[in-house]
């Protein structure tokens, strides 16, 4: 019996994943549920599990190779198969991407009046980022600002036990809650009200941007979602995260606070969403500019001022820190 190994579809975007190493070699005994393999996905570096139990068999899919979701990597077989055979496929690697057909959507930029340059494959993460962020092309934005003090919050969320983010995050998930339309989004079917309010939190990891996901962030107790952002943390110092991590946010957080030369800067609307607030750092007076992108099919000038008054006296009085319950 020949059991397939497959490049998994972790996600309904991916379209594929980078083979990063082999744990066994052909003939090693396999246990079913054993990680044999590891693949980088569009946001984390994933174990792929034996679907059965018996030998590794070739051919084997090479090593730092884009692979289709869904696509044979290698086997499992009954039979001990003998080490001496073939690791990968001649000509092509088994569910290897092709490298024919139409040229890349890159391939319309002339580079050639530049200077010389090399190409180089982004990392699976980047990749997914330029992906995503083209996905917007379509959404009709438009930015507001306002200035708030964020000492009086640090220094209440510090005596509280809670990071100045976790802070941050929860005062836009309550503000949110109170103003259901920035907590819409627009489909083609209409308008889709959440009910409830999922914050993403931009998180840097070097090679690129993911947004961990705080489920319920207005209703939770604050302790509770400490522990899930710990936890969430975690995960991504691991690359260790799954689509349920990080897809699904209903409301978007971008904090470069700690970049002091960062003034102002503005976010893109990610999909699926209506608005992301970009907070940069605090100046000389100890006020940050806070910017909120929002689609403007969903959310209106009225709209995001009403948000950011809001949010601005819920900064100013941070009492609700020290709430114990479900919903401050």
Known sequence: MKTDITMPALSGTLETGRLVCWHKAIGDAVEKGEAIAEVETDKAILDIEAGAEGYLAGPLAAIDTDIPVRQVIGYIVDTRPDPAAPTTASGSVPGAAPTGGAPPAWAAVDLRLGPPYTLERPRTLRAAVA?????????PTFLISARFAVGPLQTAAKQAGYSLTLALTRACALTVAEDPWVNHAWTPEGLARRHRVDVGVAVDTGDGLITPVLRDAAARPLKELAETWRALLGKVKKGRVYPE???GASFYLSNLGMFAVVERFNAI??????AILAIAAAGSDGRADFTMSCDHRVVFGADAARFLQRLGNRLEDSSWLATVGEHP
């Open 269 to 274: 609307v990610p999909v699926g969403a209506s």
């Open 245 to 247: 991590d990080y897809r």
């Open 131 to 139: 992906r995503n962020m083209s996905a917007t092309l379509d959404t």
